[in-house]
């Protein structure tokens, strides 16, 4: 992870045009330079609002994932970033430039999209060399570089194949080749993965995450799926209704969540009404409970996460709260357990079967208690009455499509 960190009394102890190292407290560190900066962004279609204010700012070498449910606003910015689309205001700056009004073609970015647009009529050497031989680069470069990207990407031997005869995967490997070719400073994907099977999908984050760390540019990729984005992210950048939500890195993200919403949206979560007596005493359900948390007014209401994984079941003597269970679900390494607890019902990912009307005990340590202020999105998320994961995705037709789509749509 890039960190960004300022502090009084540091010694810098290094500068190059991109990085500044510096050490504090025994430690070196590293500020990067921001490749990519967007100020007061706003976009609308329809005289519908699709980004609102948006300020982000990229440091270079980073892999960052824009996350977040279809239409919130994730490929418009990557677009804007691209320069396929002007923003109704604000300003684009690369290396501190401004850039708002530059086409793509004059920006140090190259773009994957889902649909990988490779030429049918070329091999696969012709395809990877494409965007070199429009600048009218010198045949023996052109050549070294397509094998290079190649061997980067494991396709050495495959350069007179016809892109045709080639896998999901393979063709994902062409196209990343071709868009790297060009050397770009940042390379953005929108979903490149979505149409691939869920072993591959898993096979090409990797590949794309060691690419990444290989060639030191700049990655920005934009998904709606969470595995995806705290697998391969330095930063995850997570979206709601055109708005960031929280910026962080997965640790922090799943950890820490800032709001409803991104507890929800990122992993399972319980997520109850609380109240917070004092510093580091939380009470909900008619319980006091010792959390980690502080900083809170005497007495603030505030929502309360608790994550399914985090809690233990015990017999209903020993138990902090006490609850009925209601359905229980297998999902290979562990069972999803839905469990009444005075009519709220929480989820609880557990290796152990319990039937369903069974009465279980429940143990809560301070460690998994997060408190959150309260939001717009309090209230909406974390009871499981009416789970059912195949209701969840009818209930939605938008998730069904691509990020592209549902946003142009």
């Not at 773009?111 to 070329?122: D, G, K, N, S, V």
Request: hydrophobic residues 40%; aromatic residues 10%; contains cysteine.
């Amino acid at each position: 992870m890039l960190l960004r960190f300022h502090a009084a009394g540091r010694d810098d102890i290094h500068h190059t045009p991109q990085e500044t190292f510096y050490r504090k407290g025994g430690c070196i560190y590293m500020d990067s330079k921001n490749i990519i900066r967007l100020e007061n962004i706003s976009v609308s279609f329809d005289d519908q609002s699709v980004l609102q204010n948006l300020d982000l700012q990229i440091s270079d070498g980073e892999f960052v994932t824009l996350l977040g449910p279809s239409g919130c606003g994730k490929t418009t910015t990557l677009r804007i970033i691209g320069g396929f689309l002007k923003p109704d205001s604000g300003s684009v700056f690369f290396d501190d430039q401004l850039v708002t009004d530059l086409p793509p073609h004059k920006r140090p970015v190259n773009t994957i999209f889902q649909r990988y647009a490779l030429f049918p009529h070329l091999n696969v050497f012709d395809n990877v060399a494409f965007g070199m031989q429009v600048r009218k680069m010198k045949k023996e470069e052109i050549r070294e570089r397509v094998e290079e990207m190649l061997r980067l990407v494991n396709l050495t031997g495959f350069e007179k194949r016809s892109v045709n005869t080639l896998s999901g995967g393979q063709q994902q490997r062409v196209a990343i080749a071709r868009a790297l070719a060009i050397h770009p400073r940042v390379l953005l994907l929108d979903e490149p993965l979505a149409a691939l099977d869920l072993k591959l999908r898993k096979d090409m984050q990797a590949e794309l995450k060691n690419i990444q760390k290989r060639l030191g540019i700049t990655f920005i990729y934009v998904t709606h799926d969470q595995e995806e984005a705290l697998s391969m992210s330095d930063t995850v950048v997570v979206m709601d209704s055109g708005k960031i939500q929280q910026i962080g890195t997965p640790q922090d993200i799943y950890n820490e969540p800032t709001n409803a919403f991104v507890a929800d949206f990122i992993g399972e979560s319980n997520i109850l009404d609380g109240v917070m007596l004092s510093d580091y005493l939380v009470e909900f359900f008619g319980r006091k409970f010792s959390c980690l948390d502080s900083g809170f007014e005497p007495n603030e209401p505030v929502d309360v996460v608790i994550r399914p994984e985090d809690i233990d079941i015990v017999e209903p003597i020993k138990g902090d709260l006490v609850g009925t269970v209601t359905s229980v679900t297998f999902k290979g390494v562990h069972y999803e357990t839905i469990v009444d607890f005075k009519g709220f019902k929480w989820m609880i990912q557990t290796t152990d079967f319990y039937d369903v009307d069974r009465t279980i005990g429940i143990k809560l340590n301070p460690e998994d208690i997060h408190i959150m202020k309260k939001s717009e999105y309090s209230g909406m998320f974390g009871d499981y009455s009416s789970y059912s994961e195949e209701f969840d995705e009818m209930a939605d037709p938008e998730a069904a499509l691509t990020g592209e789509e549902a946003e142009e749509r």
